[in-house]
Structure formats: C-alpha cells, structure tokens
C-alpha cells in the first residue's frame, strides 16, 4: 500500500479521537478510501470513519513528521462535515433517535419504527466492525462508549423490549456518575432480566442491584470491552 500524503496525514491526525471520524473534502476522503485508510459510512449522513489501517498509520506516528505537517498547513482547511446528533443513535447517524423511555410525550409505533430501529442497529455492527481493531461485531465501539445512554438503549428497542411510554410501562436508561455505565429500570421482574438479557447479547455486562430506598431492582450495564 502507498504512503499515504502529506494532506492525507493531516486529515488522519485530526481524525476523531474516539471514533475514528473523518473531515475533509469528499474528494479528500474518497481518496482516504481508496487507500482503505477511511470507510464511508453505509447510512446518513454518510460520515466517513477510519479502517483498522487507518487507526494504525495514526498510532504509528506516521502523522508526526513536522517537516511534513508544517509543509500540509499552507493548505486550506478542510471544509468539516455536519457532526452526528449525540442525541441520536449514530452508530447509526442521521434522523434516528433511540428512545431512552424517559420521553415526556407519545412517540410513532409500529411497522415504519421497527424498520427504523432494524436499520439503526444494522448500521452500529457495522460501525462495529469497522472501527474496532479487530472488526469485532458482538464488542461496542468507542462509540458507544461515548455515547451510553443512546447505545444502550437502542441495544433494547433492537432486541425488541418497549420503551416506558406515557400509557404503559417499560424500560428506562438513564446515565450514571459511574463511568462507563448506565441504568436501566423496568417496572417488572421479568421485564428487568429480559433487559439483561437483551444487554449481555449486544455485548453489555450487566449487574443488577437494589435502590437503597424501597428496594427497587435496577440494572448497572457498562459495553465490554473484551
């Protein structure tokens, strides 16, 4: 594989620490992919990632020739891409939101959410994939780590448990001043070990323990991390 060029090393060094994410011209990137440096996200808005080779070039220092990066800086600035909503489930970036359960109004069910939530998922194992170092798929990525609340939750509605709504109970994520970790609450027993569950195959460890007022049973989830 050819070296990548000088500007190519400057758009890597300013890569996305955590993600791995990309800005640039798309004629910049593009040539990033070409180079299978980079990887063009299959969902909107079409974000652009390193690969697994692309993190190594970076790590390797290959980025921190000064003489080459002083020479770069005379070139303009790339113009950066809109960033993903960290709001929404950006693994799967764009429109989509996963719902925590901890909405104040009604949202849209049935057919046209599933399809959502399938296509949200699908994108985020690829993300996966392509950002991990070793393409792992059933491990989270920096993403998610990042972004807890939102992947947690979009680990459950993909497993198919229903978020709390103002008509009926369900789950409910909420951050933590733990690190790496979020709660999750269900009303029911049953429902709190289906959450587990859901949680440990999308790669999750779960402990579950008890509110220290009434007793109530909750859930603490952290992504793994090997």
Same mark, same amino acid.
């Given at each position: 594989?050819?070296?990548?060029?000088?500007?190519?090393?400057?758009?890597?060094?300013?890569?996305?620490?955590?993600?791995?994410?990309?800005?640039?011209?798309?004629?910049?990137?593009?040539?990033?992919?070409?180079?299978?440096?980079?990887?063009?996200?299959? $969902?909107?808005?079409?974000?652009?990632?390193?690969?697994?080779?692309?993190?190594?070039?970076?790590?390797?220092?290959?980025? $921190?020739?000064?003489?080459?990066?002083?020479?770069? $800086?005379?070139?303009?600035?790339?113009?950066?891409?809109?960033?993903?909503?960290?709001?929404?489930?950006?693994?799967?970036?764009?429109?989509?939101?996963?719902?925590?359960?901890?909405?104040?109004?009604?949202?849209?069910?049935?057919?046209?959410?599933?399809?959502?939530? $399938?296509?949200?998922?699908?994108?985020?194992?690829?993300?996966?994939?392509?950002?991990?170092?070793?393409?792992?798929?059933?491990?989270?990525?920096?993403?998610?780590?990042?972004?807890?609340?939102?992947?947690?939750?979009?680990?459950?509605?993909?497993?198919?448990?229903?978020?709390?709504?103002?008509?009926?109970?369900?789950?409910?994520?909420?951050?933590?001043?733990?690190?790496?970790?979020?709660?999750?609450?269900?009303?029911?027993?049953?429902?709190?070990?289906?959450?587990?569950?859901?949680?440990?195959?999308?790669?999750?460890?779960?402990?579950?323990?008890?509110?220290?007022?009434?007793?109530?049973?909750?859930?603490?989830?952290?992504?793994?991390?090997?």
């Amino acid at each position: 594989m050819k070296p990548p060029t000088a500007a190519q090393r400057r758009i890597i060094e300013a890569a996305d620490p955590e993600t791995g994410r990309l800005t640039g011209t798309e004629t910049q990137l593009t040539g990033l992919v070409r180079a299978r440096l980079a990887f063009r996200h299959p $969902r909107p808005p079409h974000a652009y990632f390193l690969t697994p080779a692309g993190h190594r070039v970076r790590d390797e220092g290959a980025v $921190r020739d000064e003489g080459t990066v002083r020479e770069d $800086r005379a070139a303009p600035s790339p113009q950066p891409e809109p960033t993903p909503d960290a709001g929404r489930s950006d693994g799967a970036p764009g429109v989509f939101a996963a719902r925590t359960g901890t909405e104040k109004s009604a949202a849209s069910e049935g057919p046209a959410r599933a399809r959502e939530v $399938r296509s949200a998922w699908e994108g985020l194992v690829e993300l996966r994939r392509m950002t991990n170092t070793d393409g792992a798929r059933d491990r989270p990525c920096a993403w998610e780590r990042t972004h807890l609340v939102q992947a947690a939750a979009l680990a459950l509605e993909a497993a198919g448990r229903p978020p709390a709504h103002p008509d009926h109970p369900g789950y409910e994520v909420t951050g933590t001043p733990q690190p790496e970790a979020v709660a999750v609450r269900e009303p029911s027993p049953d429902g709190l070990r289906a959450c587990a569950a859901a949680l440990e195959r999308a790669g999750w460890q779960v402990s579950e323990h008890g509110e220290p007022r009434g007793g109530a049973r909750y859930l603490l989830a952290s992504p793994r991390r090997t």
